[in-house]
């Protein structure tokens, strides 16, 4: 429940604006956690990189910080009509072990007629060269992911992490025509290998999703069904890799599993609501969007869930809920304030869907006008809550 009170409360809000109307639109990897700068990103914002070998110093003592000399191996840019050259010495502030040879990335930024150089980020043959292979930004980020897609679980742990930070930063849109070109018997390795990092577990589920076959549904199904752990990194990832293999019948498991069994933990019911969301924004017709309503629609028995769900379902458009909706308002289990701002809300919004051309306002707009004189009469001080921050675009 602590889960619930720590994120719940952010996600309800972002949900909020969502549920009255505004377009719902995912700039990143919808299940990639977010990454810091990539390489590239790092290598494009600074004015000089040099590959440099760690040469000597002078360790701190008193008040002194010391100070760290390194040798250039090799220029990779440098600002026009720089000095930088093979051979050069570069000092820096503060004293850094360290034994001859060892090789470390330089970044500065061009600080009027001198280089203010940033940490020495430490690098191996390996990494170096894939640092200075990698496309550039400017390139079209398919043509970009395909020379990633090469390095994801590379053993250079700098090199896997920095490959999947670019596969998250990038827009489903541009993941989707890549992942046709995944290895495939690699991502099944991966999803079920303890060694791989979780967080990455949620663009491995995608990717396979995306490319797979009806032969890696089991794979995926047994990591979903997998009660192992109380909270999982990335398990939303392999539900929504798993329901674009397996549309309806995928979901009915997961409504069995995961939205109506109530001993499911709240982080594995909540994943599944995320891949819910997937599917209605990026499913493509896979799952019809009466059945994801329908499944959405079950979590309203689950009071912790409650405010997002509502919120869903007003962006989803799902009307049939407002007799409901009124059934449940100060109900003991749904007597909380979060829950009944967002039924106004609900109804607000369902008073804003009028479809184009019609002559006479639908049924739900009167249902929903008629519940929010209702609510007004018997509790205004919510009302006057929830419509504070309540817009349509």
């Not at 994120?7 to 949900?15: C, D, N, Q, S």
């Not at 407002?322 to 829950?339: F, L, T, W």
Request: neutral net charge; aromatic residues 8%.
């Amino acid at each position: 429940m602590q889960f619930r009170n720590r994120v719940g409360g952010l996600i309800a809000g972002l949900a909020v604006v969502i549920a009255v109307g505004l377009t719902a639109v995912s700039l990143a990897c919808p299940f990639c956690s977010a990454p810091s700068l990539t390489l590239t990103e790092q290598l494009t914002q600074s004015d000089a990189a040099v590959l440099a070998a760690w040469s000597g110093g002078t360790p701190a003592k008193g008040q002194e910080g010391g100070s760290t000399e390194y040798e250039v191996v090799e220029v990779v840019q440098q600002p026009a009509g720089g000095k930088l050259a093979k051979g050069a010495k570069v000092s820096l502030v503060r004293y850094r072990a360290g034994k001859q040879g060892d090789q470390f990335l330089l970044l500065g930024t061009k600080g009027g007629a001198v280089i203010d150089w940033g940490s020495p980020m430490e690098v191996t043959p390996t990494s170096f060269a894939y640092m200075k292979n990698a496309p550039k930004p400017e390139v079209p980020t398919q043509q970009r992911l395909k020379y990633f897609a090469q390095y994801l679980e590379h053993a250079d742990q700098m090199v896997a992490t920095d490959a999947y930070g670019e596969f998250a930063n990038a827009a489903y849109g541009d993941i989707t025509p890549v992942a046709k070109e995944m290895p495939r018997e690699k991502l099944r390795q991966w999803i079920v290998d303890p060694q791989v990092s979780p967080s990455r577990l949620g663009l491995y589920g995608l990717l396979l999703g995306l490319c797979g076959t009806s032969e890696d549904i089991p794979v995926l199904e047994k990591k979903i069904l997998d009660t192992g752990e109380e909270f999982r990194l990335g398990v939303d990832g392999i539900m929504g890799g798993y329901l674009l293999l397996t549309g309806d019948d995928g979901l009915a498991m997961l409504d069995e599993k995961k939205l109506v069994n109530k001993q499911a933990p709240f982080s594995e019911t909540y994943a599944a609501m995320q891949a819910l969301r997937f599917m209605w924004q990026y499913g493509d017709g896979r799952i019809s969007p009466e059945r994801l309503r329908q499944s959405m629609r079950l979590l309203l028995d689950r009071p912790e869930l409650a405010d997002l769900v509502i919120a869903d379902l007003a962006r989803w458009k799902d009307w049939s809920v407002q007799d409901r909706m009124m059934a449940m308002y100060g109900q003991e289990e749904y007597d909380i304030p979060s829950i009944k701002r967002a039924v106004v809300r609900f109804m607000l919004a369902s008073t804003k869907d009028i479809p184009e051309g019609s002559a006479e306002p639908p049924a739900h707009i009167i249902r929903g006008q008629k519940a929010l004189a209702e609510l007004e009469a018997k509790d205004p001080k919510t009302v006057s809550e929830a419509k504070r921050f309540f817009f349509v675009k």
